[in-house]
Structures are given as structure tokens and as C-alpha cells.
């Protein structure tokens, strides 16, 4: 496995791969690896002949200075993780390699955007499909894996994908759990030993919501809020139940459902879903 840190370097590599017919498959993350990004990893070895991976904590989507700081950086534990799952390059780029220069286009995703993750962070998105974008561009992966832990940055990066005509297939990969139930996150090893134990609150509060789907949404949502509320050192930021795929309130029949939160467990932030299939139309 190679490290580059330049773009120009990445690009050199990338534009040889393409020439020679490699098919590249590419895993952007912001590092502290878990099993849930070598899955990811592990994916893309398997079904492309080259595979990239990114580790860069992006300035641009954190609208939290402290977030921002305290997001764990291990880079070289994630490199020796990264030599035995089949990566190819690991490329760690310093901010000044992404953002030569402020950047100053907008993303607007519109209702996508305006609930959940792009409500509550206010920029988080533009950063996102900032990166994201530049990574694409220096990378031109045939396919790039993204883990359905972020379901809103999945369709965010879908409706990117479509509207600036990205030539790859985008991989979503389902999230991958702790034995009691807990999404993995870079950000739990943040949390102190209290607030993981009641870390698995909120995957038990998620399928409490589930169980009670065919009540309602209003139902749904209430019995998860009710479970959660017994458990004072857990500050819930949000809990929706949402059309899968417009990620809007309004339940379009045939499709699948998505009950998405984020909560605040000692200092850290932690967000997670399930995913319920819809019901054929009688
Ligand atoms: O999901 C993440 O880790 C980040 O949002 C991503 C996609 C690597 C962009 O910085």
C-alpha cells in the first residue's frame, strides 16, 4: 500500500490506473477506522481492481469548532488497518492540498437538505458535496462506497452524483454494529465508559420505532421518544420518521421508511437509522 499526501501525486497515480484499464473503487472517510469502514474497503477490493482510500477530517462540514478538534485523528493506526484489507493508496492530503483557496460555490439540495443532519447543521452538507466533489475529481473512481449509517449523505451524494453527471456507480453498504447494537462511529471512541454503556439506548429506541410502524409514523416516533425519555443522560437533538427516499415526513406508499436520530451522549454526538421496507400496495 502507498500513502500520498499531494493531489498532484493522487491524480498521477489515478490518471495511470484508468490509462492502463484499472478499475478503481474508491472509500472516502474522515479516518479513526472502524469495522464498518474496512467492510467498506473490503467491498471495493472485491469488485475493482485498484482501491483508494481517503483520510481527511474535511474543516469544511464540521459547524462545530470543538467537533471539529476533538475528532479523533490516528492516522497511522488507520494506515496498518488499511495494509491488511486491500487497499491500494491511502491518501492523507493536509487541508492546504483540498483547499488551495476558499471555495465559494454553494450547494443547495434543497429539501433533501432542509431536515434532519442539514437542519441541525447548518453547512454541514455544502461541506460535504464540497469534498466530496474534489475527491471524486481527483480520484475518478469507477465506484465509491459510503456507509448507510449517514442515509442522508447517501442521497445527498446520490442527487451529486446525478446532477453534475459523476461517472461511477455509488455503493451504499449497510451500517455495521457493536454486538449490543451500537453503529459503529469513529466518534465512539470519544465516548467515557458511562455514556457508552447507554450508547445502545439508541438502536433499541430506533426498533422500538419500528415495532410500532404500522400505527403510524406519530406513533412510531412517540414510542421511541418514550423509551428514550427514561434515560436523562441521553439528550435527543432529533428522532424522525421520514420517506426513505425524499427523506420528507410525507410517507410515499411503496417505499421504504426511514427513522433517523441524533442524540447527544456526554459531550459526544452520535446519529443512527433503520431502515423499514414498505408494503406493497393491496
Ligand atoms: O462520511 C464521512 O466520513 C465524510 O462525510 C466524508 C464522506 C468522508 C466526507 O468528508
Redesign the pocket.
Known amino acids: 500500500m502507498e500513502i500520498l499526501e499531494t493531489a498532484a501525486a493522487l491524480q498521477a497515480q489515478t490518471e495511470t490506473w484508468r490509462r492502463a484499464g484499472h478499475r478503481i473503487g474508491f472509500v472516502?472517510?474522515?479516518g479513526a477506522l472502524h469495522e464498518g469502514h474496512l467492510q467498506l474497503v473490503k467491498a471495493a477490493a472485491a469488485a475493482n481492481d485498484v482501491v483508494v482510500v481517503?483520510v481527511?477530517v474535511?474543516p469544511t462540514?464540521f459547524n462545530n469548532t470543538e467537533d471539529f478538534k476533538l475528532y479523533p485523528r490516528v492516522l497511522d493506526t488507520d494506515a496498518e488497518m488499511l495494509r491488511a484489507t486491500g487497499c491500494t493508496v491511502l491518501f492523507a492530503p493536509t487541508p492546504e492540498q483540498i483547499y488551495p483557496r476558499p471555495t465559494v460555490l454553494q450547494f443547495d439540495f434543497g429539501p433533501l437538505e432542509r431536515v434532519m443532519e442539514g437542519a441541525h447543521r447548518p453547512g454541514h452538507f455544502n461541506g460535504?458535496a464540497t469534498?466530496?466533489s474534489k475527491l471524486f475529481h481527483l480520484v475518478r473512481p469507477h465506484r465509491a462506497y459510503?456507509g448507510q449509517k449517514?442515509w442522508q449523505?447517501v442521497a445527498i451524494v446520490r442527487q451529486l452524483v446525478q446532477d453534475l453527471s459523476f461517472d461511477l456507480e455509488l455503493v451504499a453498504a449497510p451500517t455495521v454494529r457493536e454486538a449490543d447494537g451500537l453503529a459503529m462511529s469513529s466518534r465512539n471512541r470519544r465516548l467515557a465508559a458511562e455514556a457508552r454503556a447507554s450508547a445502545p439506548r439508541l438502536y433499541q429506541a430506533l426498533q422500538r420505532a419500528a415495532q410500532q410502524l404500522s400505527a403510524g409514523p406519530a406513533a412510531a416516533r412517540a414510542a421511541a421518544v418514550a423509551f428514550l425519555r427514561d434515560f436523562p443522560d441521553i439528550e435527543l437533538e432529533y428522532l424522525e420518521v421520514a420517506d426513505a427516499e425524499t427523506l420528507q415526513p410525507e410517507l410515499q406508499p411503496g417505499h421504504a421508511v426511514v427513522i433517523c436520530l441524533a442524540a447527544w451522549l456526554g459531550g459526544v454526538r452520535l446519529i443512527d437509522n433503520v431502515v423499514v421496507a414498505g408494503r406493497k400496495e393491496a
Open positions: 472516502p472517510t474522515m481517503s481527511f474535511n462540514q460535504v469534498v466530496v459510503f449517514d449523505q
